[in-house]
């Protein structure tokens, strides 16, 4: 019986092909029965039929050869593109003029994660007429969310939904009604109003911005943000970005707040109009497409920091910047050379005039890579770096810097003994162009000779690898030429040249060692360890000076690291500098902790910083965590930030609280103190709704 069954499958099947089929569509049907009368199929029994762009499953069939119409009963469901299933109790289709109609119908999405549920259904192409309907994007049976409308259209090639009469369901419980709604089902950009930004704070009132989103093609779109915060005042922001190659991009940015009198009056504000630009031009071969260049533009200028205080999107800040940086550079890199040309603007906001800032316009370097010389083993290489330090007030200068490095490697007793020689000629020539300052030129060249010698061991044993390398090194200088002004710390009248001092190579010696153990299976570093001491050679008290101890150490282990660096002073017999990080994850469970710590030689003052945060995840959709800046010398923490976060199947909630120490262009000039929480609730393939609420400020 069974046999005889699967024979009747198997030759129960037919290709069709009408004569009003496209050369590339055809249909094939499988099933149990089949029977063909006047161009009219008609099968029953586990019937399959396919095509290139459709695969179909019903207990009944009809199919139409004359008219290429395709009727489905019971058990329907039908596989597009193998990107959308639908399933209903009947289903015409008229595979000529591509129109469908479905009776009931649910329709999964899966390339947009949605699912679609009506009592009836009319498509014309990729075009679906939705009747009494209800869509989500989380489970079928029991969806956490979902939205009901009485009639819909949704459009797959555009990816774009419109539903009419519709409401919001958490659960079964309606929360939401509005007539209309349209949304996308992808991330595709597109002309339209974006996500708006909801906020209020007792200080600034309600606080709205709406940006619109504007596409004029693929490679360059523009929005325009108007936002209000209805007791402080008002302002405009825009956007622009543009593609001009596949290896550039184009942002630039302009925004204006301007504050109420009444606000500005009570919050002591300098200024009542806030408003900067920034602009960024990025571009990867710009003239070369053998080798490797590219040009870079970052402008960026306000006229206080409650520019970026206003803007509509800013984040909380702990310590906005008042020194801004401008930059336009140019780079070309070949196997050979490397060579830029940099301009460099700096800007001072919290100053009335930049006549004193100290501008580099430009700078150049260019630098040879390293190339054999006569024979293999002598390698040289040569930098060259010009600045022009410039300013209206103060002395300026042009500084010119070559360095010229060569060096040869041989080893002994087959390489457990190595050694290196190094030459390395440094030349510098300052000259200094205020005609106010009486200043003689500078010509400093220096050459150093430097022997390194050092090995590499490696030792195995049961369970781990241990590898050392001992090395010391030994540089003697000599001063080819001093001529000119040079800055001296013991000479107060060249104090105004301290900005273009001279780093001077002295005689010194080292000795350092680096050693790591490894686990033998799996080579995986478990211990590193990193030692070194200088001498460096005292003119003044003829002998040599111990300088700053280095000590590196890190631990690896399964969950994470420990680590810590170290300098210590021999003259004050003080850690100068130490930095400790400390890495823990386990599962749902992370912790990270950074210490820092330094000592001025000069005043002894300490600086003491701590930053941690840590975090647990429950059933992998709810996170907490927390995150702490603190400033242990002023005893003051500078930002904390708690979070709680939800990440379910089709649905989140993040909850953010960030209370932090923030810069304002007050009268006085006082740190602020402010929390802000963010709320942000995400339905997903369908919206995110992010609210914004601001405490008032207070002093620090």
Known sequence: MHKYLLTSFILSSISLSGQNFSDDEYLQIVAQNLEVKNNIVSASGNVVAYSPNYYLTANRLIYDKNNSTVELFDDVSILKNDEIYSFSDYTYMDMKNETNKLLPFFMLDNKNKLWFNSSSTTSSKNNYQLEKSTLSSCDCKDPSWSIG?????????????????????????????????????????????????????????????????????????????????????????????????????????????????????????????????????????????????????????????????????????????????????????????????????????????????????????????????????????TDINFERKTRVEGISANITDVSVPFSYSFSFFNDYLNFSLKEEIKY???????????????????????????????????????????????????????????????????????????????????????????????????????????????????KYIKSNLENDLSIFYTYGTLSNRLYYNHEIKKIIDSSTTFKFTKGDYYFNLYYLYEKDTDTLENQKNLNYDFGFSINKNYKLSYKEEFDLTLDVVNKREYVFDINKKCWGINFKLIDSLVATNTTDDTALRQDILYMEFNLKQLFTLKQVHKFDERNE
């Open 149 to 381: 409308f009485s009639s819909g259209d949704y459009n797959t090639t555009k990816q774009w939904i419109n539903t009419y009469n519709t409401t919001l369901y958490i659960k079964d419980m309606p929360i939401f009604y509005t007539p209309y709604f349209g949304f996308p089902t992808n991330t595709d950009r597109r002309s339209g109003l974006l996500k708006p930004t909801l906020g209020w704070s007792k200080k600034e009132g309600l606080h709205y911005a709406q940006p619109v989103f504007i596409e004029f093609a693929d490679n360059y779109d523009f929005e325009y943000i108007p936002q209000i915060r209805n007791q402080r005042g008002s302002g405009h922001a825009f956007k622009y970005r543009y593609k001009d190659s596949l290896y550039s991009q184009l942002n630039f940015e302009a925004a204006v707040f301007n504050e109420k009198v009444k606000f500005q009056n009570k919050m002591e504000l300098e200024n009542d109009k806030h408003y900067g630009f920034d602009l960024e031009y990025k571009r990867d071969k710009l003239f070369s497409t053998n080798n490797e260049d590219g040009f870079l533009l970052d402008v960026i200028n306000m006229n206080d920091v409650d520019y970026i205080n206003t803007k509509y999107d800013n984040d909380i800040m702990d310590y906005t910047n008042k020194f801004l940086e401008s930059k336009v550079k140019y780079y070309f890199n070949t196997h050979n050379f490397y060579a830029d040309l940099y301009l460099k603007f700096y800007n001072d906001i919290s100053k009335d005039s930049n006549d004193d800032v100290m501008q580099s316009l430009p700078s150049s370097n260019i630098h040879k890579y390293s190339k054999n010389i006569f024979f293999d083993k002598l390698i040289y290489s």
């Open 428 to 542: 510098k020539n300052i000259k200094y162009t205020n005609e106010t300052y009486d200043y003689d030129d500078v010509n400093y060249a220096q050459s150093n000779h430097n022997i390194s010698i050092y090995t590499d061991l490696l030792k195995p044993y049961k369970d781990y690898i241990h590898t050392i390398k001992l090395d010391t090194s030994i540089t003697y200088t000599d001063n080819i030429k001093n001529i000119g002004d040079i800055y001296d710390s013991t000479n107060s009248e060249l104090s105004e040249l301290s900005i273009f001092a001279i780093t001077q190579t002295n005689e010194n010696f080292s000795l350092g060692l680096n050693q790591s153990i490894y686990n033998r299976d799996s080579l995986k570093e478990i211990v590193n360890h990193k030692i070194k001491q200088a001498y460096v050679y005292d003119k003044t008290e003829d």
